[in-house]
């Protein structure tokens, strides 16, 4: 391949680079597959559960109503929606 002088050297550069950022991100989703893609940092509460589920949702349900973003009377209600949905 003649890549036809000092704008051959840039083009094998920029090849390069792209080959190597390929790499880095196919690593990167390889990881990610392996691991379960999770890249959450706050916990699941008691039980431990990352992702989603039942678990999950109950977690969101509860953090909503501490800052306030449901009342009361949602959040009991949304509760019983989950506990039957978990049966």
Do not use: C, H, N
């Not at 990167?28 to 039980?47: E, L, M, P, Q, R």
């Amino acid at each position: 391949m003649d890549w036809g002088g000092t704008g051959g050297m840039v083009q094998m550069w920029i090849f390069g680079l792209l080959v190597l950022l390929g790499v880095i991100l196919l690593v990167i989703v390889v990881v990610k597959a392996f691991t379960g893609g999770s890249s959450t940092t706050a916990g699941s509460g008691a039980t431990g559960e990352v992702g989603a589920g039942p678990g999950r949702a109950r977690v969101i349900l509860d953090e909503r109503y501490a800052r306030g973003e449901i009342d009361t009377e949602e959040y009991q209600e949304r509760l019983r929606t989950l506990e039957e949905d978990g049966r």
